[in-house]
């Protein structure tokens, strides 16, 4: 039997995983299909790519396939997890820039949708809220590696700092 202990890894491992490795989708368990699709679908706009009648759906942005997937199959009519278990902290939706996380941002205020917290870590600006079924949702954009704070031996320099957010809405786009 495996051990916490001996999951700790002690230096980087020999053979990494190839540094173009994404993350593809996200399958979320959800009570009410309908008001999971309101919230990703119609406040931060993805397209629905395919639905299984109440069960399922497939959401994506730009064409994609589906980058959420939303399920009833174990869920229907069910609770967010109570705090202090485990489970997924957050799903985190990476903007293409900083306009596109205005455009989230503005949506957001839009449908009234509170913030659970909105942070500058320096390498990257994060809106921080809760879906519908309490889980996590992390919106954020990178910023261009060569802007990333760094420290004098050349690792990063993360920070946590207050995210303007008046000044982010003020980079929306205009509604379409």
């Known amino acids: 039997m495996t051990t916490a202990a001996a999951l700790v890894p002690s230096e980087p491992h020999p053979d990494p995983v190839p540094a173009g490795t994404r993350i593809g989708h996200v399958h979320l368990k959800v009570a009410d299909l309908d008001r999971a699709l309101a919230f990703y679908r119609d406040v931060l706009g993805f397209s629905l790519m395919q639905r299984y009648g109440d069960q399922a759906a497939f959401i994506a942005a730009g064409g994609y396939h589906h980058h959420i997937g939303l399920n009833t ?33 503005r949506r957001l205020v839009e449908a009234g949708i509170r913030l659970d917290g909105a942070s500058d870590h320096g390498v990257s600006e994060a809106l921080y809220l809760s879906d519908p079924d309490g889980n996590g949702v992390e919106l954020y954009r ?25 000044a982010l809405l003020a980079e929306a786009p205009p509604r379409r």
């Open 73 to 105: 199959w174990e869920s229907r009519g069910g609770r967010p997890p109570a705090p202090g278990t485990t489970g997924l902290y957050h799903t985190a939706i990476l903007y293409p820039d900083r306009a596109g996380l205005a455009d989230a941002l």
């Open 142 to 166: 990178d910023r261009p590696e060569a802007e990333w704070p760094r420290n004098a031996d050349g690792t990063l320099a993360m920070v946590t700092k207050r995210l303007d957010l008046q």
